[in-house]
């Protein structure tokens, strides 16, 4: 069985590489995507402070539906080019967001977010969806979140078979 390690790094890159390493001992053995979008949210939704949702929205035709996630109750639907979620995968790019209420047409699932990032999740030019993560802190994420949760997000992809769950 696999056990995370504790996440004790001193800088947010360490402690990223620490995750990522994990991910890939995680991903070694298992290559259902749905599995293995459920384990990335836990292990990231515990493993980096100050979050308050961390998870996934995967592409079934011109829309994103909710999928595996830590956190309150989420939107189940949205479209294409709404809010974070839709803006990141109708433009396929990272899309970090400082002040959520500065945000045309956001979408509050959680009130107390404050903040978000969002990175879409991209085979070749094919969008499978994105991994959504949210904080109650303004300015939560940078540059350094946007390469770490990229980097996840191409490791999700890589190792994990998502044929029976996107449309």
């Not at 479209?79 to 970090?96: D, K, M, S, W």
């Not at 509050?108 to 094919?126: K, N």
């Not at 770490?148 to 999700?156: V, W």
Request: with cysteine.
């Amino acid at each position: 069985m696999f056990h995370a390690g504790p996440t004790l790094a001193d800088s947010k890159q360490a402690r990223y590489r620490q995750l990522n390493e994990q991910l890939v001992a995680l991903f070694s053995e298992e290559s259902d995507g749905l599995a293995n979008a459920a384990n990335l949210a836990a292990l990231f939704f515990h493993g980096l402070p100050e979050l308050n949702w961390f998870g996934f929205y995967l592409l079934r035709g011109d829309e994103l539906v909710l999928g595996p996630f830590q956190g309150k109750i989420a939107c189940v639907r949205i479209a294409l080019g709404r809010g974070v979620c839709g803006t990141a995968a109708r433009e396929r790019r990272t899309v970090v967001v400082p002040d959520v209420h500065a945000f045309p047409d956001h979408i509050a699932c959680d009130a107390a977010s404050r903040s978000e990032i969002v990175v879409p999740l991209l085979r070749g030019d094919r969008v499978i969806g994105v991994l959504d993560a949210d904080s109650p802190r303004e300015g939560r994420f940078d540059d350094d979140d946007a390469e770490g949760l990229e980097t996840a997000a191409k490791l999700l992809i890589d190792r994990s078979d998502f044929s029976r769950l996107t449309a």
